[in-house]
């Protein structure tokens, strides 16, 4: 008992700060308390096993009435000046867009007008307007609301709002109910461990962006930790106001074609992509996708730095099947360590400028072509720990610009400034991850 309430104390006063290079386990022997130095990656248990649930199948599909997107957007132009270097996008709506009330019954049908000019818009390649929503990659961060420097428990470095002006546009955070709580929280396997506080919080982070940026196209994952009905989700979802800029399928489940192009997606409105990883309940809400059977993930929470695009969920996916999917490949790497007769999986940091790199061997853009060269497609979302690192400033976002075949426009990053950037070069100092933390300790023997 003494050892539970000494370690517990430990990490609620993050007891000491010193620099980490690469992951280690130490243990003090005489006073039988073990630290562990380095980050825990994402939402894993301790035996780093694969988050599993129902997955759901479909013998046809389904169409909803709840939903219509106009075949028709008339005229749609990019034009670019050598000065400001401005885009207009102009079209016209040609067909009514009826809205979906929370429960999936249309409640109205109205017509919207187009946006007519941006800077930048179908984020931030004008050339991405007329593709389809499953013909595009993107950048994802991997825990998205797991920030807090010097936690061994985040996954990102800057909070949502960078993340958006970075250039990301593909979001993922794993919701959890606290012990004796009513809300949901993101939290990170447990709300013990870290509790980045009530969806409703970052979720309104992210509605304030998607208002003020009405051009682009933001796609956001939630895992359901509790595996719980989304009944207990969904009103506080609704609270954050971002259904206001929700799209809705016309068919479960969603094959590529089905998709439609950014340009539609944003002449009316329907510019937030929600999915549910498990449990999601297409009849009652069918803006909340289930995630499986519109996508599928290479390996989760790889330790192999070959990064092998395999299809590991939903597990045993027919090939014909995976190809008419969108994919999501997860690129954070990490390793294994032992502590304590358990197994648990950290991020390999060291590493961090290699995996995130634009190429070479382990890099992000060697295992993006590797995912292109096998199933003849780029993958739609390249799922990254702390995507300000790489091979230099922002080299996730030139690997994304490879895979769709656009010119790189290479923009300022990341973060507020620029200048918060450092590289991770053996000893690890711009991050904060070197808190010494008796996490490990605390799950073991909580």
Known sequence: MALKRFTRLLWATSLSISLVTGQSIEQNTEEAITYLTGTKSGTIPLNGATPTGTYQTFSSKITLATTSLPTSLGVLTANYTETDLVTTLTGSVTSSVATTSTNGTASSTVSTPPRPTN?????????????KYSNITEVGCHNSPFVRAGSAAANQQYNVTDQLNDGIRFLQGQIQFPVNGTQPHFCHTSCDLFDAGPITDWLGKVREWVSAHPYDVVTILLGNGNYSNPDLYVPWIERSGILQYIYTPPVIPMALEDWPTLAQMILTGQRVVMFLDYNAN???????????????ETPFDPLDDTFPCT?????????????NRLYLMNHNLNAEVSLLGQSILVPAVSALNTTNAASGKGSLGMAAANCRDQWT?????????????????????????????VTFVKRPCCGSTSAGFRRVQGVERGLGLGLVLGWGVWMLVG
């Open 377 to 405: 497609r780029p993958p739609n979302v390249l799922n990254v720990d702390y995507y300000n690192y790489g091979d230099y400033p922002g080299s996730v976002f030139e690997v994304a610009a490879r895979m769709n075949n």
């Open 311 to 323: 299809v590991q969920r939903p597990p045993d996916l027919p090939e014909d099947q995976a190809k």
């Open 119 to 131: 800077t930048r818009p179908c984020n931030n390649y004008p050339e991405l307007c007329e593709r």
């Open 282 to 296: 297409a009849t009652a809400y069918p803006w909340l996708q289930d995630e499986f059977s519109a996508m599928w």
